[in-house]
């Protein structure tokens, strides 16, 4: 009987198939799309139940839509099974070409799983082909292309004929899963394409909100903004300008737009803007007004472009600084520089002195032969022994080059002038200052320090140091002297100090003590100043009383 209706049964499965698949193109979203495919299992196919497990973005499956059963599909719609289930049940049972067929005597040990199911009681089959409750069957929806990446599963049960498929039944299941994987595919992609368009438009407008909230806030900024040309010939120069960067600078916009920050800025600071990255780069430097000043200001940079792709350009925004700058380099100064004199401290004259000299000692100059094995490429030997062929020291530098660029400080020798020149510490102390402070008092004894400041320092070239280490002593820093300058100089330095100061209308006079030392790599700070200051005592004592107080 079944095989007399064969040619009906395939003419009217395939029109119910042909509607379930129309039914699937003509759905309006995802979901209806989803909705659809279950449906036709119901209606297209012949099975009383149809459910879509649909792959969701961290491979599980999701029961996405059923057909059939109200009560099932209220209980499990939603619900998700882990790939690793899935996987492991597409790997059993009978593979009927792209589908795959698991009995009831393999499938109880599915029962168990994380994969939602429903099931319904029935009698035992009565013959080899008759479907049982527990019997499942599965229709792989794969995406087109040559990775057939699972797009999810179809699972029916319940034929209405009652038996398993037969050989058209599967193919017209395989053939709706291929089309229904089309449809979701589709859906899919029109889905995409909506949202897609609606945060275009979305965008559209933010970026026109955008553009007029930027020019408002670009033009009325209480502070300066500039946009500038990023790469090709016209790199760094000036857009555009705000009122508030006119104002700032001096000169009108037309005039701006003719420079680039780079013609603005201090020669000084001309390293600091061009190592300013222009992606969040900042920097504090001084920009030149129209009267020739110079002007501190913060430039905090950040990248702009007209589109995705367009043109890119730099957003500048320059913070008038002037005045913190000025409390900030105050405060420097006074952290570094004695508040009555204004000469450098004790601090500032310790920080100086260990900018010169380092903790490894002074060797001799390299040899005749070590100077050719360090030309002629003994690197060995040259860094073994810490000398080039020029006569410098170097140091080894760890992960660079062989030698760093401290050039060591020596000391000449005062019994034999052999041309040496090096870093002279010359420590004074004032003679007869105590008695003039507690004679005339503190107001008498400043003012002397102050003129005695003075006085060192007209006394010194350029370059040179004099600091006032407390109370009334000072120190000298003069480089490159040697044993019979740093002597001469000392004999101008106690010169100057000896004519008489004028206090309040009266005459006071003080002496000084010097003591000559000699800073050297290998030595401390501290020792270079007690050096100093041992000599400076020894001088004292060996001179009486009325020559230190004659000077």
């Not at 029935?122 to 229709?139: I, N, S, V």
């Not at 995409?192 to 408002?216: G, H, I, T």
């Not at 002038?417 to 004032?430: I, N, P, S």
Request: proline share 4%; charged share 25%.
């Amino acid at each position: 009987m079944e095989a007399e209706s064969e040619p009906y049964v395939r003419l009217a499965t395939m029109r119910q198939l042909h509607q379930a698949v129309a039914d699937l193109n003509t759905a309006r979203s995802l979901a209806d799309t989803l909705q659809a495919v279950a449906d036709g299992i119901v209606e297209g196919l012949g099975y009383e139940l149809g459910c879509v497990n649909l792959v969701r973005p961290d491979g599980d499956l999701v029961i996405a839509a059923f057909a059939g059963n109200a009560a099932a599909e209220a209980l499990i719609t939603g619900r998700v099974g882990s790939r690793d289930s899935w996987n492991r049940r597409l790997s059993m049972g009978e593979a009927w070409d792209d589908l795959r067929f698991i009995p009831h005597t393999e499938g109880w040990v599915l029962l168990d799983d994380d994969v939602p199911q429903w099931h319904t009681e029935g009698p035992e089959p009565r013959f080899e082909d008759e479907w049982h409750p527990l019997d499942r069957l599965y229709a792989p929806m794969y995406a087109s292309g040559g990775d057939r990446d699972l797009l999810g599963v179809i699972s029916v049960d319940r034929p209405r004929n009652g038996r398993r498929p037969g050989a058209w039944g599967r193919e017209a299941l395989q053939m709706y899963a291929s089309q229904a994987a089309i449809a979701i595919s589709n859906a899919r992609l029109r889905s995409n394409m909506q949202r897609a368009l609606v945060r275009l438009e979305r965008e559209q407008q933010a970026l026109r909100a955008s553009e007029e909230s930027f020019r408002q806030a670009f033009e009325y900024a209480p502070s300066g903004m500039a946009i500038a040309e990023m790469g090709g010939d016209q790199q760094g120069r000036l857009l555009r300008t705000n009122d508030a960067l006119c104002r700032l600078l001096g000169r009108p916009a037309s005039v701006l737009r003719r420079y680039s920050f780079a013609d603005l800025v201090h020669p000084e600071d001309i390293g600091t803007l061009l190592r300013t990255s222009a992606e969040g780069g900042r920097a504090e430097l001084r920009l030149s007004r129209r009267d020739g000043t110079y002007l501190w200001v913060s430039l905090r940079n950040s990248v702009v472009a007209d589109a995705a792709d367009g043109p890119r350009f730099l957003l500048t925004h320059v913070e008038d600084i002037e005045e913190r700058k000025r409390h900030e380099l105050n405060l420097a100064h006074r952290a570094s520089h004695d508040a009555l004199t204004g000469l450098p401290n004790s601090a500032e004259l310790r920080s100086r002195l260990s900018a010169r000299i380092c903790e490894r000692p002074h060797s001799p100059a390299a040899t005749a032969i070590e100077a050719l094995d360090a030309a002629y490429g003994d690197v060995e030997s040259s860094l073994t022994h810490g000398y080039r062929a020029d006569g410098y020291e170097g140091e080894a530098i760890p992960g660079g080059g062989p030698f760093d660029h401290h050039v060591h400080t020596a000391a000449p020798d005062p019994e034999h002038d052999d041309g040496t020149k090096g870093l002279a510490v010359l420590f004074c102390d004032l003679d007869g200052f105590k008695s003039i402070n507690d004679r005339f008092g503190h107001h008498t004894g400043d003012t002397v320090l102050i003129e005695v400041a003075r006085r060192l320092s007209t006394c010194v070239r350029d370059g040179d140091t004099v600091a006032r280490l407390g109370g009334d002593e000072f120190v000298v820093l003069a480089d490159g002297l040697g044993a019979a300058d740093a002597a001469d100089l000392a004999v101008r330095l106690r010169n100057a100090i000896i004519p008489p100061i004028r206090v309040d209308g009266r005459a006071v006079r003080v002496g000084a003590s010097f003591g000559i030392g000699w800073a050297e790599c290998g030595m401390t700070v501290e020792e270079v100043l007690r050096s100093a200051d041992q000599r400076m005592y020894v001088e004292k004592r060996s001179r009486s009383k009325v020559h230190r107080r004659a000077g």
